[in-house]
């Protein structure tokens, strides 16, 4: 019995400090999920089942575009979640049938989400379903993805994104690719 009292210490000790790491998981957890927000989920999952694109990295691209900020604005004219160009809005609005004129709405957070949304999902076409060659251009524009592949800068399969020119995009793809495996580590589990 003596003995056996020597280790109840031990014991206890072992179970306060599983509880302090179950603990700390889910503090863990919750700060990730913070960092790694799904803001406007509702809008995300609404219009990435109609264009056939994982809402985790929907999620990723706002994270990287605006932070979840409905009214970010950059210095070059891009606007709203997805930061989008007005020109490339008023496009994207015409050929769903749901005109808008001079970028209006684009800081409403839906119209923002189905109209990046729906970009993204053109420029997945275009590419083949390539997802990296989809986010360079969706960042540096279809004219200079299109020169890149055909002066050899970068490969048609987009296994060589480290050569993208542009020192934006580059960092920006990258971005996003972690922003996605977050997401992905962060919520696959958890659905």
Known sequence: MKTLLKFIPIIIL????LL???Q??????FI????YPKEYQEYVEKYAKEYNIDPLLIFSIIKAESNFN???ESASGAKGLMQLMDATAIELANNINDPISDGENLFDPEKNIMLGTKYYSDLLKIYDNNMLLALTAYNAGIGNVNNWIEAGIIKDD???IENIPYKETNMYVRKILRNYRMYLETYKTNE
């Open 70 to 72: 409905p009214n970010a």
């Open 20 to 22: 302090i790491i179950l």
């Open 24 to 29: 700390f998981s889910n503090i863990k957890q």
């Open 14 to 17: 072992i179970i306060l400090i």
């Open 32 to 35: 990730i999920e913070k960092i």
């Open 158 to 160: 987009g296994s060589d």
